[in-house]
């Protein structure tokens, strides 16, 4: 099991296009992948419950993900993070 905090560093917080991303790399896993924000924890493979959450800019999220492919997961999601989800110009 793998724990991986990451930071919302977009000007528009997780809104549909965020969402479906990882949307897209968590449904990629063979591992289970949930996020957990503010008490709550849900699936990440399930966009409604991404869009639920209303995350903010600037907040941390926490995924958990266990499985045989939880690096590679957990990398791909920090990439996303990292690169503010390819939405903001530097």
Known sequence: ???CKLTV???LGIHVR?????????????STVELV???QRV????????????IEPGSEVEFIINGSDEKK?????TELFNNKFYEDAS
């Open 9 to 11: 560093q977009n000007s």
């Open 37 to 39: 924000y503010s008490g």
């Open 18 to 30: 965020p969402a479906g991303h990882i949307v897209n790399i968590a449904s990629s896993a063979h």
């Open 43 to 54: 699936n990440a493979k399930s966009i409604l419950n991404l869009m639920m959450l209303v």
């Open 73 to 77: 997961i957990a990398d791909e999601l």
């Open 1 to 3: 099991m793998i724990s």
